[in-house]
């Protein structure tokens, strides 16, 4: 029996992946941040603690696994410890450091591969060079949502479309193949073994609308040859009814990095968008790719992803990131206002920094709360239907992403969302 299985963004939520930010993050400087995809520096106490935040409120409502835990689980076997040394190190390049780091106990190798490797100055070569790191640290590493994606029973490993954050994947690849509690059905696809510089996918682009209903962004980070293959991988799951894609075209812009910039769903019927690119003038293409149980494939352009939905059976209200001024609408855009996380139909978590985008859930019926009430047990979330939580996230969006950025879920209960 498979233990991950996610076919809905709003299903409620029985386990989720997140990595809480540690020293990898004090690694950057205001010269080599935008190297790792950063906007600038970041304070890690106030990081950490705004992610405390997020993490005591998961725990109050799920099961939540830390990554570093899960990854020191597997190499307690010296098999997987050996083949996860030589795959990353083949990948950075750097074999030479590989029995170094056999040599490490898991709990050593897990927080070195995370912090980052020194490089060793033993050759005149390496003495004049500037390069600090063997194996570089992965300050995006809190981003767990981007490195694998669960869909139905299955698993996609990512393709990242940027060199440093190549052992974030290769750490969730080798979990989803070899840790008890995130056995699959299997890969739909390997981001490690399939990816190049044409295949990218990352999982900010992909949104499981429903069990037959995805959205995908094309991007900066992922590929329109990448949804080909995916295409090509479903044809041999749909049995029963007709399976939708909407491949939606993003700009290769700084603030719309992932499709989950501009539009996540909260609740059954509504979700949250930028309103310039999902309703106004500058409403973002969108295409929508349909299989047929017999493998037949169509595909057609329509007049926005909404409308899309909507004749696969999704009806989506729109809760518009920021409310009716422009001004409004671009500045928590960039501050991940749209990037929501649900962990149960109507109940999500977002930055309260986006307090336009929280009276806006209000007027939709969310009671808005904030995570120290929720931490300290003066509210309980099972006595709203629809609630939003706002934990303190300025800092963090700093970082460019939000909260379903920061959250992998591997599995959620099934909802059925689709009107047939």
């Known amino acids: 029996m ?31 941040a935008s190297e790792v995809l950063y906007n600038d520096i970041l304070t890690l106490p106030v990081v950490a603690e705004d992610h405390k935040g997020l993490k005591n409120v998961l725990k109050k409502v799920t099961r939540v696994y830390e990554l570093k835990d899960l990854l020191k689980d597997i190499l307690k076997n010296e098999e997987v410890k050996k083949d996860f040394v030589i795959t990353i190190t083949a990948l950075e390049g750097r074999a030479d450091i590989a029995e170094r780091l056999m040599s490490l106990s898991p709990d050593e190798l897990a927080e070195s591969v995370i912090c980052g490797v020194k490089e ?71 981001g490690i073994l399939e990816g190049n510089e044409k295949i990218t996918i990352e999982g900010g682009d992909f949104l499981v609308l429903d069990k037959d209903v995805v959205a995908i962004g094309i991007s900066e980070r992922t590929t329109p040859s990448s949804i080909d293959i995916f295409v090509e991988r479903m044809k041999k799951e749909v049995v029963e009814n007709d399976f939708h894609i909407f491949a939606v075209v993003l700009p290769r812009e700084r603030s719309t990095i992932h499709l989950d910039m501009v539009f996540t769903m909260v609740d059954r019927d509504k979700c949250v968008c ?27 352009e329509e007049d926005g992803l909404l409308e899309g939905l909507k004749k696969a059976g999704i009806k989506l209200e729109p809760i518009i990131c920021g409310g009716s001024d422009p001004i409004n609408q671009k500045r928590e855009q960039w501050l991940s206002g749209t990037n929501f996380f649900a962990f149960a139909p109507g109940k999500i978590i977002g930055y309260a920094c986006n307090y336009n985008t929280f009276k806006e859930l209000e007027k939709a019926g969310f009671k808005t709360v904030h995570v120290k009430d929720v931490v300290e047990d003066k509210i309980n979330l099972n006595d709203y239907d629809k609630v939003a939580v706002g934990i303190e996230g300025a800092e963090l969006a700093r970082g460019g992403g939000g909260v379903r950025c920061m959250t992998m879920p591997v599995r959620r209960k099934f909802l059925k969302v689709r009107e047939q």
Do not use: W
């Open 120 to 190: 060793e100055k033993d050759t005149l070569e390496k003495f004049l060079s500037n390069k600090n790191y063997a194996l570089p640290p992965l300050p995006n590493l809190y981003f767990t949502r981007d490195i694998s994606v669960v869909f139905r029973g299955k698993v996609i490993t990512g393709s990242m479309a940027n060199k440093v954050r190549i052992g974030e994947a290769v750490i969730a690849r080798f979990i989803f193949r070899h840790h008890p509690e995130f056995m699959s059905e299997g890969f739909i696809f390997d």
């Open 2 to 32: 498979t233990n991950v299985r996610v076919c809905s963004e709003v299903g409620f939520l029985e386990k989720v992946v997140i990595h809480s930010p540690g020293k990898e993050i004090e690694v950057m400087t205001p010269e080599t």
């Open 274 to 300: 930028h309103y310039p690119y999902v309703l106004g003038k500058e409403k973002l293409r969108v295409i929508h790719i349909i299989i047929n149980p017999s493998g037949k494939v169509s595909i057609q």
